[in-house]
């Protein structure tokens, strides 16, 4: 595990945000013009973080449950939202991200947006391909269900 490697030297500061009272319809368009997987959900402020979304959440929580894309997103978002702090470690990004088998982290202070880590960041930035490896193993296993990785017969 890489330790002495700040999160804000690996976190993208880019983050693509929407009010979390949007439509549905309008934050899957925008993760589509963005080419992102994930959208921070901020209040009225425009800053202080409310949910985070995902095209997974999209996809098991509206299209295959035939939910209605004019709802609001926050409805279908995953909240509270786990984060860490610019100053953190990358080893507590590491360490949160195989607890609750999540793969993007927005990094807040203040309770402001400064940035979002994820697992494809901590493995191209650390430069620890192993790193990579372990993280991307532990998260999958947090986040499927156990039937996946046992033997199933045959």
């Known amino acids: 595990m890489v330790r002495g490697m700040e999160i804000r030297e690996v976190m993208t500061r880019s983050v693509v945000t929407a009010p979390a009272d949007s439509p549905v319809r309008e934050v899957a368009e925008l993760m589509r013009e963005r080419s992102v997987g994930s959208v921070v959900l901020v209040g009225a402020d425009g800053e202080t973080v409310e949910a985070l979304v995902t095209d997974r959440d999209l ?42 088998g999540i793969r993007r982290l927005p990094v807040v202070q203040d309770d402001v947006l400064l940035g979002i880590v994820t697992l494809d960041d901590l493995a191209a930035r650390t430069g620890d391909s192993e790193l990579a490896h372990q993280l991307t193993a532990q998260v999958a296993r947090t986040a499927l269900p156990d039937f996946y990785f046992h033997d199933r017969g045959g």
């Open 59 to 100: 996809t098991v929580s509206v299209l295959a449950e035939g939910r209605d894309p004019g709802e609001t997103v926050r409805d279908h978002a995953s909240a509270p939202v786990i984060a860490v702090a610019p100053a953190d470690d990358v080893s507590r990004a590491a360490q949160l991200m195989t607890e609750h």
